[in-house]
């Protein structure tokens, strides 16, 4: 049995800010555990914040924004860009400067600590989740896994869901090459992207309008290590780009 | 605090067996309880299997299988399919006739009753998963969510997640639109693919090597019923077709 345990009684962070001693104070971890840390909760942290009346647009960002959107908004999320993918007025789906495809490139006006404010994703989530993990066990003396976790749309299907964009302490695919079904047949699939499920299982207890910006994932022993690095499709093997 | 449970003890099915039977055989159930059930297992209790022996492969199969695939498991691909998305050598990615974009349109091989076997969708998942509904109230006298569940590849990320593909007793997305964030303004996320991210969930118990073909999430109550025939985005709104 595997329980989600919400992450309740973490305040508003601010740069500077110890994530792992603030997750600490509130849950009483244990080795094995998996923390999952909603995105925004660890950039404000990291002071990953834009105020939009100091950012000068370019001519492209204005271009973009036309008379919906915000120039110096999309200014921003075409600095965190390494490609845009798609754009249709102002909403802009772009390849991050880590590989993530995802909207805006991850610059959220949501849950910023101010208005008129942007939150950008972390500078190196893996890195980040790989700090966190390794404070917690300075501080609790746990080993746990974490996940830095964002929400994403997705081509075809409508809805966001929340996947890692940070990986520390467990694998972030499963790969199942080789091993066998119930029926003792080699199977298809070959890797499932766990770290992923994880993060959309924790979505459930966090919801996007309350104040719970992570959870705690219990019961599951995952072998190995791996980053969110690992799972951007190479683009020659990419289908769709 | 959610929990997930797997379900064990459910044996192999054939077509014409009661699935909720076997389901309340082997789990106590209470209100609110998700039930999540592997495609799979509600395939074969449907009798979507195929025998290849049958299967007399069009032209365009036998095209697509080239020197790599089996023209017969094509064929009952594009039989399966609403549209082609992408092939690669006799990799099909498809739209199903429910309007699913998947791999293989969701005909699969592995965990198949035999050797020369595949599997369908269901008809109708979100009809599939009404029925198991109204059989497990039947049964055990509880109103639980079903939710039948498959694992999908995707673009831009590695690996497979479970995603739901029927779902019956909660909503397939909850809709944010008007909700505000923590600190009071209007949410520019505005919907979570609620039934998506709990098939993730369940599938964390799952594990494609083992025979656990569903799992029981318990503590969350979701407001409002939905189908995942709400699910794909409409065609003139994707950007990605």
Redesign the interface.
Known sequence: ??????LEGVP?LVEGDDVAEHVVRVVELRDHDIVVLAQKLVSKAEGRVVRLADVEPSQFATTLAGTDGDARHLEVILRESRRVV?A?QSFV?AETSHG??CASAGV??????S?GSVVLLPDDPDASAARIRERIRELAGATVGVIVSD?FG??????????AIGVAGLP???D?RG?????G?????T????A???A??A???MG????VPGAVIRG?QLEGEGTAA????PEDL????
């Open positions: 049995m595997i329980e989600i345990h919400p508003e798609r249709r789906i993530f495809i959220d006006a949501s849950n910023t600590p208005e929400s997705r081509p075809w299907r409508q809805g966001t869901i929340d996947v972030a695919l499963l199942l091993t066998r079904d119930a029926s047949r080699e199977l298809r699939t890797q499932i992207a766990v992923d499920e994880l959309s299982a979505e459930l207890v996007k309008d309350r104040a599951l690992d799972i951007p499709i990419d289908l769709f780009r």
